[in-house]
C-alpha cells in the first residue's frame, strides 16, 4: 500500500537556523514522485520542491533541498536560514503510476520559527 | 499567469441540500484533481481528471459525490443531500500532465460548512 509518513506533529528553530522535517514514504512502485508542500495559515497549498525516484541528486530549490535516501524510503526536507514567514505547515506528498495516479499525503508538520 | 481558482471560496448549508464547488486551472493544464482536507490533516485525494475524462475516481467517499470537466478546463464537484462530516476545505489542483512527475499547483479552496 501506498503510504506517506511524518513523524513530527510540530517543530520549532530558531530565525537563520537550519532545521529538517522528515518524511518516509512506502511504495512498491519504481517510478514515482515526491513532493514537498507548503500551507501557510492563509490555507492555499504552495508547492516547494520536487524529487523524481531516478534522480540521482538531491533537489534543491534557494533555500529548500531534499535529503533523498531511496534504500531508506525517505525524503527529508531541508530549510537553512529560517525566516519568520516560514511558519507554517508542510506537506510531503508521493504520487506513482500504480497507486492510480492518485497522490498521497503525509499528515504534515507544523514548523514554527522563533525570533 | 493566473493560478487556479476556485469559487466559493466559502459555502454554508444545510443538511440535505444539494452543492456545487466550481474549479478553474491554470490555462493549458491537462490534468485537474480534487482533495478534500479536514481540520489538522492532509489533503485526501478524491478524483483525478485527464482532459475530459476521470481517470481515477477511487477517492470519492461515496455516491453522492460526483464530479465533472465536460469541456477539459473547468471542473464541478457536486455533492447531494449533505452531511455535516462533508464539511471541510475542497482543493483543487491541476498539472500540466498527469505523470507522476508533473507538479499540482493548488488553488485557494472552498471551505464547505454543513449545518
Known amino acids: 500500500a501506498q503510504k506517506i509518513t511524518q513523524t513530527q506533529p510540530g517543530m520549532f528553530v530558531q530565525e537563520k537556523e537550519a532545521v529538517t522535517l522528515d518524511c518516509t514514504y512506502d511504495t512498491s512502485d519504481q517510478s514515482y514522485g515526491l513532493f514537498w508542500y507548503k500551507q501557510p495559515s492563509s490555507g492555499e497549498m504552495i508547492f516547494l520542491i520536487y524529487q523524481g525516484s531516478y534522480d540521482e541528486q538531491n533537489a534543491t530549490e534557494g533555500r529548500y533541498s531534499l535529503n533523498f535516501q531511496k534504500a531508506r524510503k525517505s525524503a527529508n526536507l531541508v530549510i537553512s536560514a529560517s525566516q519568520l514567514g516560514d511558519s507554517a505547515m508542510y506537506f510531503c506528498a508521493m504520487r506513482s503510476g500504480t497507486g492510480g495516479f492518485k497522490t498521497i499525503f503525509g499528515a504534515g508538520t507544523r514548523l514554527f520559527v522563533k525570533a | 499567469g493566473a493560478g487556479v481558482s476556485q469559487t466559493p471560496s466559502n459555502k454554508v448549508t444545510e443538511k440535505g441540500k444539494y452543492v456545487e464547488l466550481r474549479c478553474d486551472p491554470i490555462s493549458g493544464h491537462t490534468a485537474l484533481y480534487w482533495y478534500r482536507q479536514s481540520l489538522g490533516q492532509g489533503p485526501e485525494f478524491l478524483i483525478y481528471?485527464?482532459?475530459?475524462?476521470?481517470?481515477?475516481d477511487s477517492g470519492l467517499p461515496n455516491d453522492r459525490f460526483f464530479a465533472v470537466r465536460p469541456e477539459g478546463s473547468v471542473s464541478t464537484l457536486k455533492i447531494q443531500r449533505t452531511e455535516r462530516g462533508d464539511s471541510a476545505v475542497y482543493l483543487c489542483?491541476?498539472?500540466?500532465?498527469?505523470?507522476?512527475?508533473?507538479?499540482?499547483?493548488f488553488g485557494p479552496g472552498t471551505r464547505l460548512t454543513v449545518l
Open positions: 481528471f485527464q482532459g475530459t475524462g476521470a481517470a481515477d
Open positions: 489542483a491541476s498539472s500540466y500532465g498527469g505523470s507522476s512527475t508533473d507538479t499540482q499547483y
